[in-house]
């Protein structure tokens, strides 16, 4: 079983910043490809980043290239969202997730884990 727990969220205004970290169990962050993913009120829950056991391998979605920044620190079992010049659009509650190796990392189906979220809120 692999439990993950997500840390850093708040409130900032637009154009600022926050780093999200998700604490992984023993071995989990190593094992597994770790992925953040956000929901937003009455929306579904979308893939944001994700990176592979292989810190070599990160994959975003298009509207958040250039600005978010995923890693991982194996040694902490720690997972880390760097967020820049943050939107409002960007306000959802992020979950951090755990899944198998190989399979496709943007589909949420492929994850196996999830934590129970942090409030992620940009101010217009």
């Known amino acids: 079983q692999v439990q993950l727990v997500e840390s850093g969220g708040g409130l900032v205004q637009a154009g600022g910043s926050l780093r999200l970290s998700c604490a992984a169990s023993v071995r989990a962050a190593n094992d597994y490809t770790m992925a953040w993913f956000r929901q937003a009120p009455g929306k579904e829950r979308d893939f944001v980043a994700a990176?592979?056991?292989?810190?070599?391998?990160?994959y975003y979605t298009e509207s958040v290239k250039g600005r978010f920044t995923i890693s991982r620190d194996n040694a902490k079992n720690t997972v880390y969202l760097q967020m820049n010049s943050l939107k409002h659009e960007d306000t959802a509650v992020y979950y951090c997730a755990a899944g198998a190796p190989g399979l496709i990392a943007t589909l949420r189906g492929n994850y196996d884990y999830w934590g129970q979220g942090t409030q992620v809120t940009v101010s217009a």
């Open positions: 990176v592979r056991w292989s810190v070599s391998s990160t």
